[in-house]
């Protein structure tokens, strides 16, 4: 690095949530990243420790991660009103308003709540979704 200062490299986004595993597939779904080795779900009637602790997904080709921590009580954001404030979101990106519609869809079938829309908007068309655990995120036109 030469004379330049030495940075941190950010590593992961993490999540809490009352249920880790649910959360953790709503975004594997929602995202098409993969478990890294060793937190994929257990065999159907296998105890999932992993899922009551810590697990981490990676986008295909390795440059992003979300890790989901397994939380006894999470209270969810009421973010537009500032009551509990949402503190962190996720900003998504898709093309187009037409695609921006097609994620829509594919939000709601796998849980996620539609908190803000604001699609009409010409200059930056988005929604404002609440995950399973509550955690505010959008998807936006850019």
Known sequence: MGDQESVP???S???DGTDARVLAEFYRHLLGYVYR??????AAGQDDERGRDWLV????????Q???QQVDH?????????DVPQQ?????TVESVEELLVQHERVLRLGGRLRYDRIEDPD?????????AGHPFCVLVG
Do not use: C, I, M, Q
């Open 66 to 68: 979300l890790a989901f």
């Open 37 to 42: 080795p060793g937190d994929e779900p257990p």
């Open 9 to 11: 490299r950010l590593g």
């Open 57 to 64: 997904l990676r986008s295909p080709d390795g440059s992003t």
């Open 88 to 92: 962190l979101h996720l900003d998504l």
């Open 13 to 15: 986004v993490v999540l």
């Open 74 to 82: 999470l209270p969810e954001t009421t973010w537009p009103k500032n």
């Open 124 to 132: 930056e068309p988005l929604r404002v979704y609440a995950d399973p």
